[in-house]
């Protein structure tokens, strides 16, 4: 079965930086789309970056462009979000997805909280 788990989380100051990661199981990873979505308290999930499967090619939020950047390891079967120059308002869960036969798939989600 499709699995998806994030880890990376954590508390960072303003100015900051974090990885996260997310393990992929279940599926020919190397095939599919994967995506970063994030949820912060009393919002809708919102998209962050998306990678493509072929080519690699990236898709940022424009509140993120520039400081965040979304890459894959096809062999280990992982997609990373490097997030740099962190801002209090970039706390939130952070959740990996994939659309795999039509249905999404998503992890668990990590914290991802920016605070001093």
Not at 34 to 57: D, F
Not at 84 to 91: A, F, G, R
Request: glycine content about 10%; proline content about 3%; aromatic content about 12%.
């Amino acid at each position: 079965q499709v699995q998806l788990v994030e880890s990376g989380g954590g508390l960072v100051q303003p100015g900051g930086s974090l990885r996260l990661s997310c393990a992929a199981s279940g599926f020919t990873f190397s095939l599919y789309v994967m995506s970063w979505y994030r949820q912060a308290p009393g919002k809708e999930r919102e998209l962050v970056a998306t990678i493509t499967n072929a080519s690699g090619s990236t898709n940022y939020a424009d509140s993120v462009n520039g400081r965040f950047t979304i890459s894959r390891d096809n062999a280990k079967k992982t997609v990373y979000l490097q997030m740099n120059s962190l801002k209090p308002e970039d706390t939130a869960v952070y959740y990996c997805k994939t659309t795999y036969y039509g249905r999404h798939y998503w992890g668990q989600g990590t914290q991802v909280t920016v605070s001093s």
